[in-house]
């Protein structure tokens, strides 16, 4: 089993900056893709960006150029600095990591508030 625990939400005015943490513990295996989804009261859960354990990173278009995911394998962690935010990036973030192998698998955080007032 993998647990996630992340932290880092909270409020913040727009234009503003916050950097979410997700820090992974239990049996993981090296080969994954850590990231990170958000979900606003009435709507999907969507993805905002992922990264490989190689480092290949993906960005939803909403946050291209505002938001940079990294990840520390060493640590098992992965990170979302979130920069110039709107009102619209409010939502529960979800840490997610998806397992390769040896059986492809979801593994989901609790999720942390982020709420960005205009």
């Known amino acids: 089993q993998v647990q996630l625990v992340e932290s880092g939400g909270g409020l913040v005015q727009a234009g503003g900056s916050l950097r979410l943490s997700c820090a992974a513990s239990g049996r993981i295996f090296s080969i994954n893709t850590m990231g990170w989804y958000r979900q606003a009261p009435g709507k999907q859960r969507e993805l905002v960006a992922t990264?490989?354990?190689?480092?290949?990173?993906n960005y939803a278009d909403s946050v291209k150029g505002r938001f940079t995911i990294s990840r520390d394998n060493a640590k098992n962690t992965v990170y979302l600095q979130m920069n110039s935010l709107k009102p619209e990036d409010t939502a529960v973030y979800y840490c997610?990591?998806?397992?390769?192998?040896?059986?492809?698998?979801?593994?989901w955080g609790q999720g942390t508030q982020v709420t960005v007032s205009s």
């Open positions: 990264i490989t354990s190689g480092g290949r990173t």
């Open positions: 997610n990591l998806k397992q390769i192998t040896p059986t492809p698998y979801d593994f």
